[in-house]
Structures are given as structure tokens and as C-alpha cells.
């Protein structure tokens, strides 16, 4: 459990080093809100997730973890 927590951590701070960069990344919007729905931070990932709706509408990939 550890050890996915280690990697968790460091996703987190990778996907929000992205975002300091370009705060409409939606990549980075959607792997973060993935990283919350996979830790049960699920307000977290909801709100994540619509970000990442919002930053490419299109996203296929994105629209569909989200439930669009």
C-alpha cells in the first residue's frame, strides 16, 4: 500500500507542477482527478474531472471517465 501511495504522491505533484505551468492542461486535470478517484478522494476527482471537461470539451477519453 506504500508503495502505490509513493507513486500516487509523485503523480500529484507532476500533474500540478504541469498545471503551474498551463493551468488549462486538461491531461493533467484528467490524470489528477484519476489519481483522487483511485485514492477515494471522490469530491476531489469530480471536480478535477469537470475541469478537465472544460478544458477539452472533445476528449473523448476525458467525457467518458467523467460520464458524459
Known sequence: VQTKRGVHD???QACRMVLDEEPNNAEAFFAL????????????ALEL???AVAADPENAEVRNFYGV
Open 49 to 51: 474531472l469537470e475541469k
Open 33 to 44: 482527478g484519476q489519481i483522487m478517484h483511485e485514492t477515494d478522494n471522490f469530491d476531489a
Open 10 to 12: 509523485l503523480a500529484q
